[in-house]
């Protein structure tokens, strides 16, 4: 069995739990999740995922060639929930973490703090072929640069920052360009913020009201609805830039690939430039 082992650091607060929802816990059922989520981004099929994940049904059973474990884990200090201003862009940003379960993640112990550690362990129990190994591969690769874990990790939470692929514009760049060879409908880009941590928030809430004038409001919209419940496709991904100042990375994965038919309406793409922000309002 070989070992793949990363090093990773939270720069955003992390509302990942169990069956407890008032009590953050990193599981590794949710990164395996998330692998999952890129290895369908980036084009891998039913039977290609059943190889790499395993699967049940279609008159066959097949086990998972990879194992997730989660390891090392120190926690920043106890979480502070935010204060915030229910009209301000922070509320904005924030208002549905706070809500959610009737508030129960709203405490000290339901979130990980920035700063907290950990590690991912990947694991394998058989070799895969060539071509589904390089993407997953891949698939990991784009996890661990833009990925997140949680609750509201389409809006910036959850998000860390990994030791062995640190971010820099060129390798988003990079990155970026290999997966549209893989799915030419995924856009990102970055957003028109550069700024200190005490910022971010205000600055993530501003770029998600920007982001609604161009996206149609209710179900189907890409980014995503909360009755009927729809995920997003949309993504606003923090990052920490060489100066350890703060960027954001606005994505959008295929929705054909990550969103239910229902959810496939025409609607206004990432592409002709992401909407201006209004900060501090």
Not at 141 to 151: K, T
């Amino acid at each position: 069995m070989t070992t793949e082992t990363y090093r990773l650091e939270l720069i955003t607060p992390c509302f990942c739990a169990g069956a407890d929802q008032s009590t953050a816990e990193i599981r590794a059922a949710a990164i395996r999740g998330k692998l999952r989520w890129w290895f369908r981004v980036l084009g891998g099929t039913w039977d290609q995922e059943s190889e790499v994940f395993g699967s049940v049904g279609r008159n066959s059973c097949v086990s998972s060639s990879v194992a997730i474990r989660v390891k090392e884990f120190a926690a920043n200090g106890p979480w502070t929930p935010v204060q915030f201003d229910g009209r301000s862009n922070t509320g904005y940003l924030l208002y549905f973490a706070k809500a959610s379960g009737d508030g129960c993640r709203w405490n000290s112990k339901g979130a990980f703090p920035a700063g907290s550690r950990f590690e991912i362990q990947i694991m394998w129990h058989r070799r895969l072929s060539e071509e589904n190994r390089k993407l997953f591969d891949l698939a990991c690769q784009c996890f661990l640069m833009l990925g997140s874990l949680g609750l509201r990790s389409t809006r910036g939470m959850g998000c860390f920052q990994c030791d062995e692929i640190p971010f820099s514009e060129g390798e988003f760049n990079r990155y970026k360009a290999m997966i549209k060879r893989r799915a030419p409908e995924f856009l990102a880009d970055m957003a028109q913020f550069h700024g200190p941590e005490p910022k971010l928030f205000d600055a993530l809430g501003a770029q998600l009201r920007g982001l609604r004038t161009g996206y149609p409001p209710g179900f189907g919209s890409s980014l995503g609805s909360s009755n009927p419940r729809q995920a997003s496709a949309v993504y606003l991904r923090p990052v920490v830039e060489a100066d350890g100042c703060y960027g954001i990375v606005v994505f959008e994965a295929p929705k054909k690939k990550v969103l239910a038919s229902n959810s496939w309406r025409a609607a206004p793409r990432l592409g002709e430039g992401i909407p201006a922000p209004a900060y501090g309002k």
